[in-house]
Structure formats: structure tokens, C-alpha cells
């Protein structure tokens, strides 16, 4: 990561020159009167897209689409285990979909703002993190099963955002981390926790979350593979070799939710 | 009647911006009047007229406002990271639409005004950059008006440091060419 090697100049003047012109007075442009008032009022547009997206939309559409979201970069969901080479007994077809709606949405979250959202990743958030053996997991007395063991030997949880005794509290000013907002995670049982599915509250250390749109998504990972259209992608955790971030997009091209998860583990036995 | 046309103002007010939103925006504002003046001329650098310049700086800077916050935390260098952003919205061309221009027309007749739809006229150099592609013309400007090195221009790119040198390269080649060319051609 040394950045300072500084390659030896072009043996030419001609790097001189491109220094003289980009210095030069005549690059410099006037600013208009308005710019600064257009810029932020688009800057507003945006982040209200952004929020309606994340709080609305997102949240209604994050059990659907993690779903979807899973099987793509995938993770079987256990009501669809598609894996049928190993000759297992096909598992429980027609539960689960249900029960992976947030297990917590009667009680009001406020929605994320820009000051309340925390980083997913590079290993995890919070008291979680890829890896965890599960039954430490389970010990943290803040899951809830959310769907059947899979032949692979894949679960999956929903975090809860209070444990069930905290719940006397006023529901109104949580004491709980607005991470696990909507976080779903899934864990094989020989890897422990290989994916966490994050809520509206959450972003990568690059600032990408939910409503974040395809340009932030190319400034912030200009290596990452876009869809062409609606559909998911994946990109390198800096920091955590053994990690990606996996994006699901739709079709006007918004984040609509992302999961951390283990690159080399999956629920395909 | 009446009261439909005071409606639409109840129910503004009836959903205002969170404290904090409003809060982020003044900060954001006082950024971009700072700003503005040294990214508009990085972007003329980059996109080789005013016009495309100001649509780089004002698509970036809406989206660093959308969550400056997060930006200012993150990074801890907004004015890098926007330069950095426009770098590769210069080179992945996604600049569709094009925006007003935030840059001020200056009036013709002006007789002592520089301006010009293009202040270089037809100065080799600016002209041999404007036709490099994109890429070649964003390594470039990254190299000679940032002063980067080699591997913080692939970082900046998300580019190899082997696709960086190629296209240096390339760039340095073609306007050493069209340089030459033209002058050597010339009575």
C-alpha cells in the first residue's frame, strides 16, 4: 500500500507542458449565482429518494427481495433448497416466506438518518460477526429461528431489535442498536454465521446502504460489475479477504438491500 | 379556493426535515461555495469544456450531499473524494442528461473578457487532450494536475497499476504524436 513511489517523469518536456496547462488561468471557470443553491436542492431530492426508498419501499420489499437477493448469490433459502444432486429428501417447500418478515415491525423503529446508520463490515456489526460459531450466536438470546434446517445444514435468523425482557421500555426511544433493524443473518452450523442480511440502518465503510444509487455504488467500488439492469453483484471487502458484499439492485438501478457474507462458504452443502 | 392554495404549504410544514438533515445541508453548503470554484476548473480539466464540467461536478456533488455525512465520517476528506468521484464519473461516461450549467455565462461583448465557448481556442495541447478517450485523457489529469503516483491513480480508478502505465503510455504517445505532427507541418 506504499503510495509514494513516484514514477520518473516522462523524459520530455511534454509533462512540463500538461503541468503549465493545468495550471493555466484560463481552466478556471466563473461561478454562477445559483450553483450553490441548485446543487443543494438536488442534494435534498436525492436524499429524500434515498430515504423514502430505505424506510418505505425497502423495508416492505426487503423480505421479497432478500429472499430473491439470497437465492442469486447463493444462499438457498431453506423453503427452496434447489440443491436435488445430492438426492436428499426434498425440505419443507412452503413455510418460511412468511416468517422472514421482520418478527419486530409492530414496534416503531425510527427510520435511519444519516447519523444513526452504522457500518456493516469489514468483519460484521456489532455483537456479530461472520464466523461466529453458532452456538454463540444462539447465545445471544437475540435471534429468532426464521426459517427449517436445510439439508445443508443452513438456518436462518432474524435479529432481534430488543430482547423479548427489555421490552417493557418505551418503544419510542429504543435503547437497542437500530443496526439489527430488519438484519436477518444466516448460519451453517459447520461455518457458524456466513451472512448478514442487513436492514435500512446499516452501510459499508464506503457509505453504501439501502437507496444508494448506481453511481454512488460505482464511486464507492469502481471495480464492481453493475447490472445491466435490475439483479445482484458482489465486491470485495477491503479489510476482510474472506468476505464479499453482495448488492441487490432493481431495476432503476437502487440498492435495495446488501449482505456481508463469507465468500467461500454457502448453504449448497 | 382559497384554502386549497394554503394546503399545499399545512402539509409542507406538517412533514419537516429532520433537525439533523437541515443541519448537514448548511455544512454541505458552506463545502460546495468552497469548493465549487476548484472543482469546476478540475472538472473543465477533465471533461475538456465548461459544459461537461459542470455536469461532472454538479452530479457528484448532489450525491456527496445526499450523504455527507456519511461521506465527511468515512473519508474524512470531502474535496478528494469528489475529485475522485468525477475522475470516474469522467471515465464511465454516465453522464446522460445533460444539467444546467452551473457555470456563469459571461456576456459576449465584454470586450477585456478571456471567455471564450472554448478559452484555449485552438492551443495544440488542450485540443490533442480533448480528443484522448476518456480514460487515457482522467490518468492524465490524475497524473500531471493531482500529482498522483502510479498505484494512487489505479486505486483512485479501481484500474491495475499495468493498465495505469499502458494507458499513460498510450496518452503521452498520442499527444507527443499530434504535437509533433502539427508543428512539423507548419511552414
Known amino acids: 500500500m506504499t503510495s509514494d513511489e513516484h514514477e520518473p517523469d516522462v523524459p520530455s518536456d511534454l509533462g512540463d507542458e500538461l503541468r503549465r496547462l493545468f495550471a493555466d488561468d484560463r481552466l478556471t471557470l466563473p461561478v454562477s449565482q445559483d450553483a450553490e443553491t441548485r446543487v443543494v436542492t438536488g442534494a435534498r431530492r436525492r436524499r429524500r429518494h434515498r430515504r423514502a426508498l430505505a424506510t418505505t419501499g425497502g423495508v416492505l420489499a426487503m423480505a421479497a427481495v432478500v429472499l430473491a437477493g439470497a437465492m442469486l448469490s447463493g444462499l438457498v433459502h431453506p423453503s427452496h433448497q434447489v440443491r436435488s444432486a445430492s438426492g436428499g429428501p426434498p425440505v419443507l417447500s412452503t413455510t418460511a416466506v412468511t416468517t422472514t418478515a421482520p418478527t419486530v415491525s409492530s414496534s416503531p423503529v425510527p427510520a435511519a438518518t444519516e447519523d444513526t446508520v452504522e457500518v456493516l463490515g469489514p468483519d460484521g456489526v456489532g455483537w456479530l460477526s461472520l464466523g461466529m460459531p453458532w452456538q454463540k450466536a444462539l447465545a445471544s438470546g437475540l435471534l429468532r429461528q426464521s426459517g427449517p434446517v436445510t439439508s445443508a445444514g443452513c438456518l436462518r435468523y432474524t435479529v432481534l431489535v430488543e430482547s423479548p425482557r427489555d421490552r417493557t421500555t418505551e418503544p419510542t426511544t429504543p435503547t437497542v442498536p437500530l443496526w439489527a433493524d430488519s438484519t436477518e443473518i444466516v448460519v451453517n452450523v459447520h461455518d457458524g454465521v456466513i451472512q448478514l442480511i442487513t436492514g435500512p440502518a446499516l452501510h459499508t465503510p464506503e457509505g453504501i446502504g439501502v437507496g444508494s444509487s448506481r453511481e454512488d455504488l460505482r464511486d464507492a467500488y469502481p471495480k464492481l460489475i453493475l447490472p445491466v439492469h435490475s439483479g445482484t453483484t458482489s465486491v470485495s471487502v477491503a479489510g476482510n479477504p474472506y468476505a464479499v458484499y453482495v448488492f441487490n439492485i432493481n431495476s432503476d438501478g437502487d440498492v435495495t438491500s446488501f449482505s456481508l457474507r463469507m465468500a467461500k462458504s454457502d448453504c449448497l452443502g | ?187
Open chain 2, 1 to 187: 379556493m382559497v384554502a386549497a392554495v394554503d394546503l399545499p404549504d399545512t402539509q409542507q410544514t406538517a412533514e419537516p426535515e429532520p433537525d439533523v438533515a437541515s443541519a448537514g445541508f448548511g455544512e454541505f453548503a458552506e463545502f460546495v461555495r468552497a469548493a465549487l470554484p476548484g472543482l469546476l476548473r478540475y472538472g473543465h480539466a477533465l471533461a475538456g469544456n465548461p459544459h461537461d464540467a459542470a455536469d461532472l461536478v454538479q452530479g457528484v456533488l448532489e450525491r456527496i450531499g445526499a450523504r455527507w455525512n456519511t461521506v465527511v465520517r468515512r473519508t474524512g476528506d470531502p474535496m478528494a473524494y469528489a475529485r475522485r468521484a468525477m475522475a470516474n464519473a469522467h471515465v464511465s461516461r454516465w453522464r446522460r442528461t445533460r444539467r444546467e450549467s452551473l457555470v456563469a455565462d459571461l456576456p459576449d461583448s465584454d470586450a477585456n473578457a478571456v471567455w471564450q465557448p472554448d478559452r484555449f481556442g485552438d492551443e495544440q495541447l488542450w485540443q490533442a487532450l480533448r480528443a484522448l478517450p476518456p480514460r487515457q485523457r482522467a490518468v492524465i489529469v490524475l497524473r500531471y494536475y493531482d500529482d498522483l503516483s502510479e498505484a494512487e491513480i489505479a486505486r483512485a480508478l479501481g484500474i491495475s497499476r499495468g493498465t495505469v502505465k499502458s494507458q499513460a503510455n498510450k496518452a503521452m504517445s498520442t499527444l507527443r504524436t499530434r504535437m509533433g505532427v502539427t508543428e512539423g507541418r507548419e511552414p
